[in-house]
């Protein structure tokens, strides 16, 4: 069977295995990336820059319609602005939707209701920020909605989606959905099409499946195995609890761990969030590092102006850059 688990942070459940009696019950979780077939950019509006931004009160959220025909997202990659002094606790945080709510207006329009993915917190500095979360898996509809908040702001602070229309690649409606409450609403700036910066990478399956954990019972130990690559494994004793997971030792793809007497659960988890720019400053230059691989670093004096961005001279994972008159707007670009 095939079971969704957005409290997982990032993971899915593909397959629940048979449950093992060794004095003790172990359910086994596969979760995490599998080995995909063809991948293809299913939503992209970063392209036409609006020369705008949509403030992010509470909760808001854009309902899109994706292109290709891939439906397991893989890769999300956003844009945002931050007017906020940096504390260090400033965070945020992504959701998708099934519009399966209530109706709205006399369209027909559903509002966001059941939440069937939520992203890790990640890191959020002040200016231009460029998100990418990656090593999903999530199998998503044609149409649904993604949301987006940021924390630890105070009462004068706050972050902005960079706006973008038309998509390359699939499409929006032009307006945006605005949580109050528990209640959303549907609305749309003046002469803006309310479209988020975003883009969605997806593929489609194979017939094998990454991230099946094999057991087998050597004396009084469970020796786990899987195949492919990238992965975590960590164990709970109470499925339910979300936060009880810890990380197992392992070498290669294989682990040995001692039988006891209570319940014992296992997963595999696949999961990276990079892309996020940190700033040092060094004197009369800055310093300017990211996580993960394959972006390039981009400068611009303006952040919507689309035309602007010019490639920055880095290194693999950073860029060391002399402070001038004037903003300077930075962000990673992946091909």
């Given at each position: 069977?095939?079971?969704?688990?957005?409290?997982?942070?990032?993971s899915?459940?593909?397959?629940?295995?048979?449950?093992?009696?060794?004095g003790?019950?172990?359910?086994?979780?596969?979760?995490?990336?599998?080995?995909f077939?063809?991948?293809?950019?299913v939503?992209?509006?970063?392209?036409?820059?609006?020369?705008?931004?949509?403030?992010?009160?509470g909760?808001?959220?854009?309902?899109?319609?994706?292109g290709?025909?891939a439906?397991?997202i893989?890769?999300?990659?956003?844009?945002?602005?931050?007017?906020?002094t940096?504390?260090?606790?400033e965070?945020?945080?992504?959701y998708?939707?099934?519009?399966?709510g209530?109706?709205?207006?006399?369209?027909?329009?559903r509002?966001?209701?059941?939440?069937?993915w939520?992203s890790?917190?990640?890191?959020?500095s002040?200016?231009y920020?460029s998100?990418g979360?990656?090593d999903?898996?999530?199998?998503?509809?044609?149409?649904f909605?993604v949301?987006i908040?940021f924390?630890?702001l105070?009462n004068?602070?706050q972050?902005?989606?960079?706006?973008?229309?038309p998509?390359?690649?699939?499409g929006?409606?032009?307006?945006?959905?605005q949580?109050?409450?528990?209640?959303?609403?549907?609305?749309k700036?003046?002469?803006?099409?309310?479209?988020?910066s975003?883009?969605?990478?997806?593929?489609?399956p194979n017939?094998?499946d990454g991230?099946?954990i094999?057991v087998?019972?050597v004396?009084?130990?469970?020796?786990?195995?899987?195949?492919?690559?990238?992965?975590?494994?960590?164990?709970?004793?109470?499925?339910?609890?979300v936060?009880?997971w810890?990380d197992?030792?392992?070498?290669?793809?294989?682990a040995?761990?001692?039988?006891?007497?209570n319940n014992?659960?296992?997963r595999?988890?696949?999961?990276?969030?990079?892309?996020?720019?940190?700033v040092q400053a060094?004197?009369?230059?800055i310093?300017?590092?990211?996580?993960?691989s394959?972006?390039?670093?981009?400068q611009n004096?303006?952040?919507n102006d689309s035309?602007?961005?010019?490639?920055?001279?880095?290194?693999?994972?950073?860029a060391?850059?002399?402070?001038g008159g004037?903003n300077k707007f930075f962000?990673?670009r992946?091909p």
């Open positions: 069977m095939v079971i969704q688990a957005p409290e997982f942070s990032g899915t459940i593909l397959r629940c295995g048979r449950a093992f009696a060794f003790f019950v172990t359910l086994l979780i596969f979760a995490g990336r599998s080995n077939g063809q991948v293809e950019i939503y992209d509006n970063t392209v036409h820059s609006l020369d705008s931004t949509l403030p992010v009160t909760e808001i959220a854009d309902e899109i319609r994706l290709g025909t439906r397991n893989t890769d999300v990659q956003f844009e945002y602005f931050g007017q906020w940096a504390t260090g606790d965070v945020g945080q992504l998708f939707y099934l519009n399966d209530a109706v709205v207006n006399t369209d027909g329009s509002a966001p209701n059941t939440l069937f939520e890790p917190l990640f890191n959020a002040p200016g920020g998100i979360i990656h999903l898996n999530i199998t998503v509809p044609d149409n909605t949301g908040q924390f630890g105070t004068q602070e972050g902005q989606i960079l706006l973008y229309d998509p390359a690649v699939g929006s409606f032009g307006d945006y959905w949580k109050i409450g528990s209640t959303w609403g549907l609305y700036t003046p002469g803006v099409r309310d479209n988020f975003l883009r969605l990478t997806a593929a489609g017939a094998h991230g099946l094999h087998e019972r004396l009084n130990r469970l020796r786990l195995s899987w195949p492919g690559t990238g992965f975590r494994l960590q164990q709970s004793s109470n499925l339910p609890n936060g009880g810890i197992i030792p392992f070498a290669g793809n294989s040995s761990v001692l039988i006891g007497t014992s659960f296992f595999l988890v696949s999961r990276q969030i990079d892309g996020n720019l940190k060094l004197g009369a230059q310093q300017i590092t990211w996580s993960g394959g972006y390039t670093l981009q004096d303006s952040p035309t602007g961005w010019t490639n920055v001279a880095s290194g693999a994972n950073s060391t850059i002399s402070v004037g962000r990673l992946k």
